[in-house]
């Protein structure tokens, strides 16, 4: 993933009117869009380490909008997503937002500012969210890196057991643990068992966030 690629707002709407002005307000605040008139044509074209938002209308022909939303997470691809529709039914808001959409707005937009205002806030928070996944994807990769033995380990010093309890719990000898302690510490890059305990907790709450993270590892699985 490159932190370098600009951010994009992708629109995705059967109504050319509708993307033709929503376009033309967000380009004139020197934002990039590209736009989608099905959401087929979103998903052949999209990348999903694409930084961005996603401007979705929920009501449309084929394929709706809620399905595109229940395809994305099938494929695990995340990207904030702004639910619209101008058919006023909360049971669609109701759906897209379970469904992981971070805002459920009407359309047409009542003006160019609230437009761009709220495209902002989403772009804002899709940002940071972005950083945090580069961050735990990089975590991801170091977690690979630990044998079964410092997987078994890290987990018992993540509950607050001391080198001689794990030692107990093995059948091991408290420096054999500390040397396992150490090469952990080492391979995570950090440098203090908080330190250690704050990453692993940051990183449990990103895969259970965005499962696709814990793919990059085989934490799960063990190594030899």
Same mark, same amino acid.
């Given at each position: 993933?490159?932190?370098?690629?600009?951010q994009?707002? #992708?629109?995705?709407?059967?109504?050319?009117?509708?993307?033709?002005?929503?376009?033309? =307000?967000?380009?004139?605040?020197?934002?990039?869009? @590209?736009? #989608?008139?099905?959401?087929?044509?979103? $998903?052949?074209? !999209?990348?999903?380490?694409?930084?961005?938002?996603?401007? %979705?209308?929920?009501?449309?022909?084929?394929?709706?909008?809620?399905?595109?939303?229940?395809?994305?997470?099938?494929?695990? =691809?995340?990207?904030?997503?702004?639910?619209?529709?101008?058919?006023?039914?909360?049971?669609?808001?109701?759906?897209?937002?379970?469904?992981?959409?971070?805002? !459920?707005?009407?359309?047409?937009?009542?003006?160019?500012? @609230?437009?761009?205002?709220?495209?902002?806030?989403?772009?804002?928070?899709?940002?940071?969210?972005?950083?945090?996944?580069?961050e735990?994807?990089?975590?991801?990769?170091?977690?690979?890196?630990? +044998?079964?033995?410092?997987?078994?380990? %890290?987990?018992?010093?993540?509950?607050?057991?001391? *080198?001689?309890?794990?030692?107990?719990?093995?059948?091991s +000898?408290?420096s054999?643990? *500390?040397?396992?302690?150490?090469?952990?510490?080492?391979? %995570?890059?950090?440098?203090?068992?908080?330190? %250690? @305990?704050?990453?692993?907790?940051?990183?449990?709450?990103a895969?259970?966030?965005?499962?696709?993270?814990?793919? $990059? *590892?085989? #934490?799960?699985?063990?190594?030899?």
């Amino acid at each position: 993933m490159d932190a370098d690629v600009p951010q994009t707002v #992708f629109i995705v709407d059967d109504d050319r009117d509708f993307l033709k002005t929503t376009c033309r =307000w967000l380009q004139s605040e020197h934002v990039r869009v @590209v736009t #989608f008139e099905s959401a087929a044509e979103f $998903l052949q074209a !999209f990348q999903p380490d694409h930084p961005g938002c996603l401007l %979705l209308d929920i009501v449309m022909p084929k394929m709706s909008g809620i399905q595109l939303l229940e395809e994305l997470n099938r494929r695990r =691809w995340v990207i904030p997503t702004i639910a619209m529709t101008a058919h006023n039914k909360i049971s669609y808001a109701v759906e897209a937002l379970k469904l992981g959409a971070a805002d !459920f707005v009407e359309k047409p937009f009542s003006s160019k500012a @609230v437009l761009v205002k709220l495209v902002s806030r989403v772009m804002k928070t899709a940002q940071y969210a972005r950083k945090i996944r580069v961050e735990m994807a990089v975590f991801s990769e170091k977690l690979s890196n630990l +044998t079964t033995r410092e997987q078994e380990v %890290l987990k018992l010093v993540v509950e607050g057991l001391s *080198s001689n309890e794990i030692a107990e719990t093995f059948g091991s +000898t408290t420096s054999t643990v *500390s040397g396992q302690r150490a090469s952990i510490m080492a391979k %995570l890059s950090v440098e203090s068992v908080a330190e %250690l @305990v704050r990453e692993m907790l940051r990183y449990s709450v990103a895969t259970e966030l965005d499962p696709s993270l814990a793919s $990059l *590892s085989d #934490f799960q699985k063990g190594r030899k």
